[in-house]
């Protein structure tokens, strides 16, 4: 950052750092005079895609960008942890190091807020175990919310016994739980497909417990405007709204099917074909096959009246 000043009193990231090392190192210039200062991390889903999409990019070996993978991981599970944000940097450069509570980080102030999702989290598991670990965020949420597509008819899965387990929760409450088992390396994403790491035989036996923030829903959809350039605003809306209609008929979070950036820059790019769109920050071989085509068609329909 190149600020020799010893009385920093605020330092606010309004992006997230790919990994702790640069956080670490940003944030110690606050109080370095010992008087009292903050630090205040901003982040978003955005931010996860942004630095996933540079390490993909990258030109660099497949051992590189593993290790890159494995820093951004550790970033992430920074942000959603609920212990003591000094001790798990501490923990993270020293491991052996005993450090006890700081009690005085957002955390260790709002220890009482948190809430105990282990019971949600065996049910998730359950539920992934039964359907062989195959499939993704929407047919995982759809089978616990007890949904009965023609697809889950297919497969047999309104025949488990988790069909229908969780379904007194919204479909946003949903999509909250699963992203906080998958931050906290309990599940990983293959390709859109979740999977369960060996990390949950702890979780299964007891031995761990998961903690979440109660979750919020929001009463609208927000839109942000202008976050990328060039971008064709009036293209943007009808993609949103595309997005809308498809969020209602599958019945999952309109951002499980693309961010607001990656519509922008379906906006910007006007990709004409699925190849095009492949090569769109957020867009992996699932969405492809699934949610793509809808989006191509009205991409189309709008160029030809242009």
Same mark, same amino acid.
């Given at each position: 950052?190149?600020?020799?000043?010893?009385? &920093?009193? /605020?330092?606010?990231h309004?992006?997230?750092?790919?990994?702790?090392?640069?956080?670490?190192?940003?944030a110690?210039?606050?109080?370095?005079?010992?008087?009292?200062?903050?630090? =205040?991390?901003?982040?978003?889903?955005?931010?996860?895609?942004?630095?996933? %999409?540079?390490?993909?990019?990258?030109?660099?070996? *497949?051992?590189?960008k593993?290790k +890159?993978?494995? #820093?951004?991981? #550790?970033?992430?599970?920074?942000?959603? $942890?609920?212990?003591?944000?000094?001790?798990?940097?501490?923990?993270? /450069?020293?491991?052996?190091?005993?450090l006890e509570?700081?009690?005085q980080?957002?955390?260790? &102030?709002?220890q009482?807020?948190? %809430?105990?999702? !282990?019971q949600?989290?065996?049910? =998730?598991i359950?539920?992934?175990a039964?359907?062989?670990?195959?499939?993704? %965020?929407?047919?995982?949420?759809?089978?616990?919310?007890g949904?009965s597509?023609? %697809?889950?008819?297919?497969?047999?899965?309104?025949?488990?016994? !988790?069909?229908g387990?969780m379904?007194?929760? $919204?479909?946003?409450?949903?999509?909250?739980? =699963? *992203?906080?088992?998958?931050?906290?390396?309990?599940?990983?994403?293959?390709?859109?497909?979740? +999977?369960?790491?060996?990390?949950? @035989? #702890?979780?299964?036996?007891?031995?761990?417990?998961?903690?979440? !923030?109660?979750?919020?829903?929001?009463?609208?959809?927000?839109?942000f405007?202008?976050? &990328?350039?060039? &971008?064709?605003?009036?293209? /943007?809306?009808?993609?949103?709204?595309?997005?809308?209609?498809?969020s209602?008929?599958?019945?999952?979070?309109?951002v499980?099917?693309f961010?607001?950036?990656?519509?922008?820059?379906?906006?910007?790019? @006007?990709?004409?074909?699925?190849?095009? +769109?492949?090569?769109? *920050?957020g867009?992996?071989s699932?969405?492809l #096959?699934?949610?793509?085509?809808? /989006?191509?068609? $009205?991409?189309?329909?709008?160029?030809?009246?242009v």
């Amino acid at each position: 950052m190149g600020i020799d000043k010893s009385n &920093v009193r /605020f330092v606010i990231h309004y992006n997230m750092p790919g990994d702790l090392e640069s956080y670490y190192q940003e944030a110690g210039r606050a109080g370095r005079d010992g008087l009292k200062s903050e630090c =205040i991390l901003l982040f978003s889903e955005r931010d996860i895609n942004l630095h996933e %999409y540079f390490i993909t990019v990258s030109q660099a070996d *497949d051992d590189y960008k593993d290790k +890159m993978g494995e #820093k951004l991981t #550790k970033m992430i599970q920074y942000t959603k $942890t609920k212990k003591c944000l000094e001790a798990t940097i501490v923990h993270y /450069f020293e491991p052996n190091e005993k450090l006890e509570e700081c009690e005085q980080c957002s955390n260790c &102030v709002q220890q009482d807020k948190s %809430y105990n999702m !282990t019971q949600e989290a065996k049910m =998730i598991i359950s539920c992934i175990a039964r359907m062989k670990q195959q499939e993704s %965020y929407s047919v995982i949420i759809q089978v616990l919310r007890g949904e009965s597509t023609d %697809y889950i008819k297919y497969k047999g899965y309104d025949q488990i016994s !988790t069909h229908g387990l969780m379904k007194g929760y $919204t479909t946003s409450e949903l999509s909250h739980l =699963i *992203d906080e088992l998958r931050f906290k390396g309990f599940l990983n994403e293959n390709d859109e497909i979740l +999977m369960c790491d060996t990390s949950i @035989k #702890k979780l299964l036996s007891n031995e761990v417990e998961v903690f979440t !923030t109660p979750f919020k829903q929001k009463a609208t959809e927000k839109v942000f405007i202008n976050t &990328v350039e060039g &971008v064709d605003r009036v293209l /943007f809306s009808q993609l949103v709204e595309v997005r809308k209609k498809l969020s209602d008929k599958l019945t999952i979070a309109p951002v499980s099917i693309f961010s607001d950036y990656t519509l922008e820059e379906f906006a910007k790019r @006007k990709p004409a074909s699925k190849q095009d +769109m492949i090569n769109i *920050d957020g867009v992996g071989s699932y969405k492809l #096959k699934h949610y793509c085509p809808a /989006f191509l068609e $009205t991409i189309q329909n709008y160029k030809a009246k242009v």
